[in-house]
């Protein structure tokens, strides 16, 4: 289905935000994750995604129902996205592999908010504000972010985070990287279902856009922490609740 480097996105940016990260000084060059305990991490991810699918459950429910009757074709949707990178501390990066995705491909879910021929042709397609791909349902679930809900599963197998960048399709990575040098350094930290980038802008509109989303994100890269990730997580609710940015 259609996409772009988006989600969770604030129709504005929230006040009162403690630091302005977009703003920092430090090249791109610099970006090395901020060390935390990763045990300490992954304990916290899991469980939040544990008790938000229990607590989540009847919506779930509801949100399947609603897809299946609503529109033909299947309830979940799967794509293919770029992950993590973990060698980004070697410089061995194309020793074995012929080509560089930028990170662990992995398979994330979704609840299907297009039509089953959203994308005919196979290839990759932005989403664009009022598409008309997005079924009546779909509209309303990616206006609450409910769509997302079955990233949980992706948290609990370890493909994602809770708090990170979005992971993006591999074809709009690779557009992604020649446009933007610096837009492979987010995929050293785990992506998430959402972010400080996602919490701080709209969907992308254009690839300044796109470019102010990623120095949100490595800005987060350089300080993440686990106080940070549950900040981010508090801040998120509003923008579901209230239906901020999405389309």
């Excluded at 959402?194 to 102010?212: F, K, L, P």
Aim: proline content about 5%; overall charge positive; some cysteine.
């Amino acid at each position: 289905m259609g996409t772009a480097a988006s989600h969770f996105g604030a129709a504005t940016r929230p006040r009162g935000s403690a630091i302005d990260f977009a703003g920092s000084a430090h090249t791109n060059e610099d970006v090395r994750p901020r060390q935390r305990s990763e045990a300490l991490s992954r304990a916290l991810n899991v469980t939040v995604a544990s008790i938000a699918l229990l607590a989540l459950s009847p919506i779930i429910l509801l949100v399947a129902l609603a897809v299946r009757f609503t529109s033909q074709g299947p309830i979940l949707y799967s794509q293919v996205r770029v992950g993590v990178d973990r060698r980004f501390r070697s410089r061995t990066r194309f020793e074995r592999r012929g080509y560089d995705h930028g990170g662990r491909l992995f398979k994330m879910y979704k609840f299907r908010t297009m039509r089953v021929d959203a994308e005919a042709d196979g290839k990759a397609v932005w989403a664009q504000q009022r598409d008309p791909r997005v079924t009546s349902i779909g509209r309303f679930l990616r206006k609450t972010r409910l769509d997302e809900i079955p990233q949980l599963y992706n948290v609990i197998r370890g493909e994602m985070n809770i708090v990170g960048p979005r992971p993006e399709r591999p074809s709009i990575f690779a557009r992604l990287r020649e446009d933007i040098p610096h837009y492979p350094y987010r995929q050293r930290v785990k992506p998430g279902i959402t972010g400080w980038a996602q919490i701080n802008q709209a969907y992308d509109s254009c690839m300044d856009d796109v470019r102010r989303k990623v120095d949100y994100d490595l800005e987060y890269v350089r300080r993440q922490s686990i106080s940070h990730d549950i900040r981010i997580m508090s801040m998120t609710i509003p923008v579901m609740l209230f239906r901020r940015g999405g389309w």
